[in-house]
């Protein structure tokens, strides 16, 4: 095994630095986010840093990075209150991944990169029309971690739209059938091939396999 | 597609609304987070709630569940301030997802389910002697998330520890080839497969292919 010590991370060329560390917390999911500004203008970014908070009630949270480096997306979602989250596949992997790039304030990364807002009842916020799992969330909070000027943006789930046939009887969403593309690090995205899924665990029992 | 709306994932059963709203992030990291409480009694226990934070600092978060429901990890971080977060691999998922069970707080979960603890220079907590991936963090910070009585615990990247030979001349992780897994939900564990990584986006630049 090779080893590396804090002063080893802080030495290393800044790109360098950031590929290492991004890979570091393993596979991650990888979705779009929808915004309106306050004059109806749609914004679409990539986010990799979506995670669980709670299921009652349903919060999902992401990390914004500092202000500076994507105002976009925060901004809309503190001026309308509403974004949507949309899973990647295959087919536009390359145009979501573009999304990243740094388009002005009154550029829609719909119209830039060839993806389709799709608008329904009571959500302010476009959905991606080609995404199979989509849900619209309402702002909770926004916490700012003043360690290095990020947020930690929690939103409440309103309402959830997916393909029909993943999911299972036990509420649980077989991604794998969705093609929902995982990544890792800034730049790399993964299909998935299910392992396992294994029982409630208890002390003292085995876990089974489920099905 | 099919739609459903707050009303709806509000009127579920407890354990199908969760394993739906723990599906809806999309796949996440799993790692075991090992630490020690001030008697150096070991604790180990699987989270698929690890977020980055920033690369610099390398900041990296995980969201520990209301004290109640899981209260060794975080106890045994604010009384020592340090931990370990080690990658799970096909060989020992079954061990890992066991560590989910509610041992009681003098049982080591290493010998509970048969993994191997390993002790490093200056780390207090230990390391998973069977991960290929794995770091110590000190805690950096204690974020209360009071909508639901949740925590995001921040640390700093102290130590890596890596099998050599997935380290890309740009610093990037080739987590495929270290056979880490990922997960969907409470209970599910995938392989995954390189797609593509993609150039770093600019506005009206298609991205290529890296490599």
Known sequence: MASYNISDIDSWERFYRANF??????????????????????????FSSI??????PALI??????????????????ATKVYTINHVHPSFVEKAHQTSAKYAADTSEFDAVGLTPEWRENIEAPFVKESRIKYALALQEIIPITLNNTFLVIGKVMSVHILEDILGDDGFLHLDKSDTICCNGADGYYTTELSARYTYSKPGIVPKKIQ
Chains 1, 2 share one sequence.
């Open 21 to 46: 560390i991004n890979s570091l917390t393993g596979f991650k999911s990888v979705s779009l986010i929808g915004t309106v500004n306050e004059e109806g203008q749609a914004n679409l970014a990539i």
């Open 61 to 78: 949270g992401y990390i914004n990075r500092p202000i500076e480096a994507a105002p976009h997306t925060i901004a809309n979602i503190k």
């Open 51 to 56: 995670v669980h908070i709670g299921s009652n």
